[in-house]
């Protein structure tokens, strides 16, 4: 069983970096599909960013040039560097792990609140 755990959240000003970080226990992260995903009050769950292990990686129009996605193998992280942060990405942050050759094995992390003020 796949456990994932998020970290790295908090309350910042606008304009400052974060660093989410996700330990995966249980499997290799070569084989998923990594994700990170947000949710605001009030609002569905959106995709941030995609990426495989040594593949492309894909983020959301709303964050492209601000965020980036990558993993560490040998540490089984997946990270979300956030830069020049706005009041509209508060949200919880949810890593998101789905397997590469069968959808159904499909993880997700606890969430973690990251919260921008003005």
């Known amino acids: 069983q796949v456990q994932l755990v998020e970290s790295g959240g908090g309350a910042v000003q606008a304009g400052e970096s974060l660093r989410l970080s996700c330990v995966a226990s249980g499997s290799r992260l070569r084989i998923y599909n990594m994700g990170w995903y947000r949710q605001a009050p009030g609002k569905q769950r959106e995709l941030v960013a995609t990426g495989t292990l040594g593949g492309s990686t894909n983020v959301a129009d709303s964050v492209k040039g601000r965020f980036t996605i990558s993993a560490d193998a040998a540490k089984s992280t997946v990270y979300l560097q956030m830069n020049s942060l706005k009041p509209e990405d508060t949200a919880v942050y949810y890593c998101?792990?789905?397997?590469?050759?069968?959808?159904?094995?499909?993880?997700w992390g606890q969430g973690t609140q990251v919260t921008v003020s003005s």
């Open positions: 998101n792990l789905v397997n590469l050759w069968n959808s159904r094995y499909n993880y």
